[in-house]
Structure formats: structure tokens, C-alpha cells
């Protein structure tokens, strides 16, 4: 079957760095989305990655390695505001996105 | 503001009603995607309409009856429904459903209570 795991929570200080990870098993890859939802409001578009490496976009990089099956955000110098859930979804064979179950971010001052 | 709009924002229903969901993209795309989001849950797809034909239907109850008038619009029609029926709705817009991965842009969901 086809799975994606992230973790349920975390938490971190603002202006500290983290890093949410994604792993994935899927029949095909044809891309890995990261998506920001804060409570009540609609998913955001937050990078694409289709090549191995690293993203980076201002304060949130986004890395994947196709071998390992594996990608994480990074992100810089929290603020409150950062406080999310972090949807990780790959784009399978088919092109149809396989959604994990999100990791949600609390952020501390 | 994503460009893509939904309502109602809230529903409380119950199992014998009917109700609709509207769903409705300024962005000029030509697919479009109803999602149920169930706490803790990955999303998942229900319905996909590209160029108003319907191309995914992921196994869904007939208590759900998707419309595409037109590629701006999305209707999702609920009846019958059960409590377990209850979480939230997204409505979702990408460019085109051609073989490719495609960014998916969001409404910002109708919060369903089935009682």
C-alpha cells in the first residue's frame, strides 16, 4: 500500500530552528508537496521537490533525498505565526497526491 | 485569499436533510477536487472534475453526489448522511489534470456537524 508518516506534533521556541520530517512509500514518485494549514483555514502551498537536494525559500527549506524515500522542512527563526499543521503529500505514478496526516507545530515564546 | 471560495463555512445537519456545498475558483483553472479532512487523518480525495468531467471517484458513498456546471464551479450534494459523515470539506483547484504534477490551490473548507 501506499503510506506517508510524519510526525503527530511538535514543539519549539521562537526563533529556534526545526525540522519536520516525511517519509514516504509509494508506487511511483513523481514529487513531493509541502503544504502550511493553520487552524480553520485552507492549505497553502509551501514547495515542490522533485530532484534530490535542497529547497530553500526564504526561511523554509525543504530537502529530499528519492533513495531514502524521505524529506523534511526546515524551518528558520520561528515566529508565532509558524504555528501550523505541515501536510506532506507525494505525487505517485498516477499523479494522484497521497496525503500524510499532517504534523502540527506549536510554537512557544 | 487562494482564489478559491467555499460555502457554507459551517453546516450542522442532520441524518435525514439534504444540504449542498458550494465551491467556486477565480483562478481560471480547469480541475478541480473535493477532499474530506477528518481529524488526525491524511485528506482524503473524493471527487476530481477536469474540464467538467468527472475523471476520480475514490469509492465514495452515493450520499455524496458531486456537480460541475461549469470549471469555476463544484457543488457537492449531501443527503441521508451519517454521523461519522462529519469533518471538513476542501475544495481544491489546480491548472490542469493532464498527467503532471500540478499545485493544488485550497478553499478554506465547510466544517460539517452531522447529527
Known amino acids: 500500500g501506499q503510506n506517508i508518516d510524519q510526525p503527530t506534533e511538535m514543539t519549539a521556541t521562537e526563533g529556534a530552528i526545526v525540522q519536520i520530517n516525511c517519509t514516504y512509500q509509494?508506487?511511483?514518485?513523481?514529487?513531493l508537496f509541502w503544504y502550511q494549514q493553520h487552524a480553520g483555514e485552507a492549505p497553502t502551498f509551501l514547495s515542490y521537490n522533485v530532484l534530490d537536494g535542497l529547497e530553500e525559500k526564504g526561511r523554509f527549506s525543504s530537502f529530499l533525498s528519492r533513495s531514502k524515500g524521505y524529506s523534511y522542512l526546515l524551518l528558520k527563526e520561528l515566529q508565532m505565526k509558524d504555528s501550523a499543521s505541515y501536510l506532506c503529500?507525494?505525487?505517485?505514478?498516477?499523479?494522484?497526491?497521497?496525503w500524510g496526516a499532517g504534523t502540527k507545530l506549536i510554537i512557544k515564546p | 485569499e487562494t482564489g478559491v471560495t467555499q460555502t457554507p463555512r459551517h453546516l450542522v445537519m442532520g441524518m435525514t436533510n439534504k444540504k449542498s456545498l458550494k465551491c467556486e475558483q477565480h483562478l481560471g483553472h480547469n480541475a478541480m477536487y473535493w477532499y474530506k479532512q477528518s481529524a488526525k487523518k491524511p485528506l482524503e480525495l473524493m471527487f476530481v472534475?477536469?474540464?467538467?468531467?468527472?475523471?476520480e471517484n475514490n469509492s465514495v458513498p452515493s450520499r455524496f453526489s458531486p456537480e460541475c456546471p461549469n470549471s469555476s464551479h463544484l457543488f457537492l450534494h449531501l443527503h441521508t448522511l451519517q454521523p461519522e459523515d462529519s469533518a471538513l470539506y476542501l475544495c481544491?483547484?489546480?491548472?490542469?489534470?493532464?498527467?503532471?504534477?500540478?499545485?493544488?490551490?485550497f478553499g478554506p473548507g465547510t466544517r460539517l456537524l452531522v447529527l
Open positions: 472534475y477536469s474540464l467538467e468531467e468527472r475523471v
Open positions: 503529500a507525494v505525487s505517485d505514478s498516477n499523479y494522484q497526491l497521497i
Open positions: 509509494t508506487s511511483g514518485f513523481n514529487g
Open positions: 481544491a483547484s489546480s491548472q490542469d489534470w493532464t498527467g503532471g504534477p500540478e499545485t493544488q490551490y
